[in-house]
Structure formats: C-alpha cells, structure tokens
C-alpha cells in the first residue's frame, strides 16, 4: 500500500510525504486518533516507506525485499508492539534492545495503543529516545497524546488523524465490498467519519438489533419510570456486556439526535433520523443537555479508569432518573398556562 490510495488526511499526507521526500523525518512519530480512524494503516504506510531500499521520494517503491517481505507480513526490519492484557511492558520494551537494537540498515518499532504502556515500559522507551541508534525509527499509535507521558510526547514529531467525509466513507466501504445501499447509509451515518468503525457496522449483522436496544434502553429512560431495583437489575445486566460502551455510545447519539431536532428541526443534521425516537418529545433542550453530559462523563470514566462497570453504569442510570423526576416535579408543580 501506498500514500496514493489512502484517501483524505491531506495535512498528514503533506507533512508525512516532504519528510520523506526531504530526507528530513524525526526518529520518533506519534499519530493519535479514535479506534477506527485508520492511524495503523498510516503508521504501516509509514514504517513500510522508511524500510523500502528503493524508494524514490516518498512512496515505497512496492518492489524491493523489504517490500515484497513487508506486504508478505514477513519483514524482519519491522518490530510491532501491541498490548498484553491491555498493558504494554518493560519487558516488551526490552525487547527492542535485544531482537532489534543492532541490526544493520534502517528499522522501525511500531506501537500499537501505546497510550496502554505501563510507567516502567514508558521510562524504559524514553531512554531509548534519548538516544536512539543511527536507523532506528518509532511510530506510536495512540488515541489520545495526553494518555502518554509527556516527555515522550515531547520527543516525537505529532500528527492527528481528522474525521473522513462521507465520500470518503462511502468510498471505503465499496473497495471492502460493501455495496447494499441501507447498510452503507446505515454505516456512514454511524460512523462518526472513522472508517473502521463504518466497516465494522457494514460487517456487522447484528448491528440495527443492538441500535433498536439502544433505542429501547433511551425510551425507558426518557419515561422516567424505572423502579430502583429495576435501576439495579439493569445496570447488572448492561456491565455484563461486552459491547457496553458501544452501547452507550449509541444510546448517547439517541439523546444527541433528539436535542438537535428540539433546536434545529432539521432532519439533515441527525446522525439516525429513521430511528428518531418520539419518546424524547416533552423533554427540555436543557435536561438532554444534561443527560449527555452524565453519560459523556460514564464513557469517559469507562474509557480512561479501571472503575468498576456495574458501579459507573448504576450511578449513571440512577442520575439520569434523578434528573428526570426533578424535571416531572417541576412540570406538575408549574402546569403550562400558569
């Protein structure tokens, strides 16, 4: 593969390509971004330019040893690093020094979800970078800069990877195949502009069954009836999923939808509009507002912490109804036309 096929991304495409062409590139990249937004790819694209013997500017020429040994997924000069057991280890870290540190001609460590490195992997990386050997090249994928430890940060060259339209989108799912006119729409609109995440949807059968769960799981909510042992019961349930925080994600996108109909009224602006739920219609713009932010802020501790599922997803439910028989007292106690 080269930069020529990959589409979009033409601030990293124009900064990665006059490295390359200039001779002039950092011992050290950090490419950050969501899931799904492609940054491995680009990474590969990366690494496979640097190791490629023949290359004229700054495409890989496709043809050398290293090339042909790259696209075999055989390349000795390419070290990939992932996480084990959603840690990255000093003891995978050394292994830089002892499999790849002395090798002769140019080779590139790439690391996947670095932001996962524990502190002692992380310290035991940057003396390397301190230091880095004539040849040696680092490419980190991470989602966030700030999950890294600065220091480390500080010695790479950054770049971030920017949401694709929806051509672009449409574009990747037909090259994948995809060609069913409501599963790609379905797709693209769910996507966020992450290519992953739309062939993922696309791939994925089961996919509209979890959306209307979703849907159902926003209803129940939005009718502030949920009974506390009911509030306890679903939140068991729902931490037992492995698919919690897509869940939550699109029972988030439900909430988003309904506010932008409630300031907009503009179908166009909706990410689901055939799931638009009629549920949301006496709920305030300023209580959505609020609802998103509660389940923002579960996602975000689900994401970033090793809080407890059930706890985060309990007190989540639990305030939100809070929230919503605040806003039902309010109503009764001030009827319209009062």
């Known amino acids: 593969m080269r930069f020529s096929d990959l589409l979009e991304q033409d601030q990293l495409r124009r900064a990665l390509t006059e490295d390359l062409s200039s001779g002039a590139f950092s011992h050290a990249y950090l490419i950050t971004g969501p899931s799904g937004s492609g940054k491995r790819t680009w990474g590969r694209v990366l690494a496979c330019a640097l190791l490629c013997r023949e290359r004229r500017g700054a495409e890989p020429c496709g043809n050398c040893i290293s090339c042909r040994s790259f696209s075999a997924g055989r390349c000795p000069a390419l070290f990939s690093l992932e996480p084990e057991n959603r840690k990255i280890k000093t003891e995978q870290i050394r292994e830089i020094r002892g499999q790849f540190y002395f090798e002769g001609m140019n080779r590139v460590c790439l690391i996947c979800r670095a932001e996962q490195m524990t502190a002692e992997a992380a310290s035991s ?10 040849g040696l090249y680092f490419i980190l994928l991470a989602e966030q800069a700030q999950q890294l430890h600065s220091t480390i940060v500080s010695r790479c060259r ?3 990877m920017q949401p694709l339209t929806a051509g672009a989108i449409e574009s ?3 090259q994948q195949g995809v060609s069913q006119p409501g599963t790609t729409s379905l797709a693209v609109r769910m996507s966020k502009g992450l290519p992953g995440l739309a062939l993922a949807i696309a791939q994925d059968p089961s996919y509209e069954i979890r959306l209307r769960e ?8 939005a009718a502030g009836k949920l009974k506390p042992r009911e509030i306890i019961g679903q939140a068991a349930a729902l931490s037992e999923r492995e698919d919690l925080f897509s869940l939550l994600e699109n029972v988030y996108l439900y909430y988003r939808d309904w506010l932008i109909w409630q300031l907009c009224r503009s179908e166009s ?25 509660i389940i923002h802020e579960t996602l975000k501790e689900l994401m970033l912490t090793n809080v407890n599922r059930r706890l ?4 989540m439910l639990i305030e939100i109804q809070r929230r919503y028989l605040y806003a039902q007292s309010d109503r009764c106690a001030f009827p319209a036309g009062r």
Do not use: C, M
């Open 125 to 134: 990386l940057l003396k390397i970078l301190e230091d880095p050997p004539p």
């Open 172 to 174: 990747i799912l037909q």
């Open 214 to 221: 979703a849907g159902d799981l926003s209803a129940s909510l």
């Open 158 to 160: 950054r770049y971030s």
């Open 312 to 315: 985060a997803v309990e007190r």
């Open 269 to 293: 602006l909706l990410i689901n509009p055939a799931q638009h739920n009629h549920s949301f219609k006496n709920i305030s713009p300023r209580l959505l507002e609020t609802v998103l932010e």
